[in-house]
């Protein structure tokens, strides 16, 4: 009998159920509690829990145990032990004790640190997060674990989204007391990310060496067809694709992760898998690791899944929606407006928090999706401006407009949809549109951060989000607490509010130029258009007083950050453009040269038949590919140069901004010559696959 998705849902993972199984009553009860009020871990209790999860994991077919973890390298890491230990007479013994469990020491000399440690102090730590729940992976049992060094500094993505939460919690729940709600014991922000992908054919993908080094393509020439007909949206998955949905589908479910949604994207072989809503330290474990598995499963159906936010030029590159609310540990959604929002005091306050937040933070908010790779996609029509806005929709526009101006709300009459068919159901319009084109758009009962790259980590946006919307709350909170008169104060708080923040809400076109214009000159927001504009805010006094504060990060770790996220930028365009350069010298010269001479030879042999012949054609193209020729090596020679003359910069900054000024031009300079060559060239002397084989190669 075949076992349903019920049956093997979380068959991987030491989960509830696992543990209500295994641990008795007061070990149970005990680390219940450390997960949901963050109450210090028992080392008895930990021993408890590590021999029972040994016990399962090794039933499940796992010889070795991991601390997995998220240095800033933007994927994951793991060393692996065995949990074997000499015994007397010879064998071996299966052990794993608590503080196996709770602390382990890998070597962290080789991750990057911006500085916070030499490459001789190499000693590092992992420590378990028993909030996120271990999981088998291979035959390996992976523990979520954060990450720091010997100092105690934070060296991963988990510490400081954990510390941001904390912070969260403390502000909200002093909210939710002014309220007169006792019974809430922790506020949690959740996240539901929406992950964009392309699958093409492995076979192609390892023709092309600039998909090979950077997970897009440096060259190609526009295809006949792109994405102008619009039929790949939501249109009918191929058989291939189909399959492939289908085993990763069981492969994360197997881990837990609540996969849910699943089409295809705008693009041709674009697509896009949508995550359940769970606490965001577990959505981001959660979103990681599918990265991983559809990384490691597409070579299995002959494909490979692209994750980089723009592999190709002139059709839609791929984001990570992130879905992001408030909750309590009774369920409650803070963010839910209800049926009557313009009554529900404590929504609107919480919405407060959050227009204030991103209005006063929208540098950080620019930063934490800030990659070589997301610079190529915001701005260009597929996904928001480097600009950003809220979009609220007209009720909550109209209801925060009436307590700025004294006036009544005279509500939103609510209309039914007809669609002219009798038989068909009539069902109430919302309330508003969606707006695609927004940065932060409010979807109901959440915000959507539209701005984050199919490559990063969620983790940063959450980190930054949770701690700005944290300080909002802090100022609120201390405002209310000191009033005479809480529903006096309460109601001029968030009419304040509105006031002094509300350029940052926008719900028109954000594509429209007229609106960056708007938004810069009139409205005094920011447009940090690329990486490098916007990374030196991050070390701005208000943002490091901020996050400090908060206890986030410290002022050490704030600048290891900076260091390298810029590494990290000047050093993936510096590996593009080598890439370019080897590719135009190597395969793309030689190949239109071949080309050229032999069309040469073809015009001189039409003419040795019959000398009356012009030859026109071959004459004329062979003009144009000698001229491309050289103008290929102009554009290499220049590029080598751009690249040089970076090497001579005196710091990451400066280095950024030669990048970002000298580098990107000649790169784009040299890939218009070879794309242009590439127009002119028979196909069968082209070195590498073109858009239209790779964009529809798949069938």
């Known amino acids: 009998m075949r076992k349903t998705v019920k049956d093997y849902f979380g068959s991987l993972v030491f989960d509830d159920r696992v543990m209500k199984a295994t641990l008795s009553a007061d070990v149970y009860a005990s680390l219940r509690k450390t997960k949901d009020e963050g109450t210090e871990l028992d080392l008895s209790v930990a021993n408890a829990v590590a021999a029972a999860m040994k016990d399962w994991a090794i039933s499940k077919g796992a010889t070795h145990f991991t601390h997995w973890f998220q240095p800033l390298t933007g994927i994951t890491a793991e060393k692996h032990d065995s949990f074997i230990s000499p015994s007397s007479d010879g064998g071996v013994i299966m052990e794993f004790s608590g503080k196996e469990l709770i602390k382990g020491e890998p070597d962290a000399s080789s991750f990057p640190s911006g500085g916070l440690r030499a490459t001789f102090e190499a000693r590092g730590y992992t420590a378990w997060d028993p909030t996120s729940y271990a999981f088998i992976k291979g035959k390996a049992l992976c523990i979520p674990t954060a990450f720091c060094s010997y100092q105690g500094h934070a060296l991963d993505e988990k510490t400081p989204l954990l510390r941001s939460m904390e912070a969260l919690n403390k502000q909200a729940l002093r909210i939710l007391r002014l309220f007169g709600n006792n019974t809430a014991k922790c506020v949690r922000s959740t996240v ?5 992908y392309f699958l093409i054919p492995k076979e192609l993908y390892e023709r092309r060496p600039d998909l090979r080094f950077t997970g897009r393509t440096l060259f190609g020439a526009k295809p006949p067809k792109g994405q102008e007909m619009e039929d790949h949206y939501f249109g009918v998955i191929k058989p291939r694709v189909a399959a492939f949905m289908e085993e990763l589908n069981e492969e994360l479910w197997k881990v837990g992760i609540l996969a849910k949604t699943e089409h295809n994207e705008v693009a041709p072989s674009q ?35 692209l ?18 609310s408030l909750a309590t540990d009774t369920g409650q959604n803070l963010l839910s407006p209800g049926e009557t929002p313009y009554e529900n005091a404590q929504f609107l306050l919480f919405l407060c928090a959050v227009i204030k937040a991103v209005d006063d933070y929208q540098d950080l908010l620019r930063i934490s999706v800030a990659t070589a790779g997301n610079d190529h996609r915001l701005g260009a029509n597929e996904a928001p401006p480097a600009v950003v ?27 039914q949809m007809r669609l002219g068919v009798d038989f068909l159901p009539k069902f109430p319009r919302d309330s508003t549109d969606r707006n695609r084109t927004s940065p932060f758009a409010f979807t109901g009962n959440k915000f959507e951060f539209r701005m984050v790259g199919s490559s990063r980590s969620i983790a940063c946006a959450n980190t930054m989000l949770n701690s700005a919307v944290a300080e909002s709350l802090r100022i609120f909170a201390d405002t209310l607490e000191d009033a005479d008169d809480f529903d006096t104060a309460l109601h001029e708080l968030i009419k304040k509010t509105v006031k002094n923040h509300k350029r940052i809400i926008f719900n028109g076109n954000s594509y429209d130029e007229s609106w960056l214009k708007e938004a810069t000159e009139k409205r005094g927001l920011s447009n940090y258009r690329t990486t490098a504009d916007c990374l030196p805010h991050l070390l701005d006094k208000k943002n490091v007083d901020m996050l400090t504060l908060h206890k986030v990060f410290s002022e050490e770790e704030l600048h290891s950050r900076y260091e390298i996220m810029l590494e990290n930028y000047c050093k993936t365009i510096i590996i593009e453009a080598n890439t370019m350069v080897n590719m135009a010298k190597t395969q793309i010269t030689p190949a239109v040269m071949a080309y050229t001479a032999d069309v040469a030879k073809s015009a001189a042999a039409k003419k040795a038949l019959d000398p009356t012949l012009a030859c026109s054609y071959e004459t004329e193209l062979v003009r144009k590919l000698s001229a491309l020729t050289d103008r290929i090596a102009m554009k290499i020679e220049d590029l080598e140069n751009a690249l040089l003359a970076v090497h001579s910069a005196e710091d ?16 784009s300079e040299l890939r218009l010559a070879c794309d242009e060559a590439e127009t002119l060239t028979d196909r069968s002397y082209w070195p590498f696959p073109t858009y239209g084989d790779l964009l529809f190669g798949v069938i």
């Open 389 to 415: 806005s809220i979009f609220l929709g007209d009720e909550l526009t109209a209801i925060l407009e009436s307590f700025e101006n004294g006036t009544p709300y005279k509500g939103v009459e609510k209309t």
């Open 652 to 667: 990451s900054c400066s280095k950024a901004f030669m990048i970002r000024d000298t580098v990107l031009v000649k790169m």
């Open 307 to 324: 994750l980089h936010e723009k592999p190709f030029a002139g059709v839609n590159g791929s984001g990570k929606h992130n879905n992001w």
């Open 271 to 305: 697509h896009e898998l949508a995550l359940f809503h769970t606490t965001v330290n577990i959505a981001t474990d959660h979103n990681q690791l599918t990265m991983e598995i559809m990384q490691k499963l597409a070579p299995k159906h002959g494909l490979v899944c």
């Open 192 to 196: 539901g990310p929406e992950q964009e």
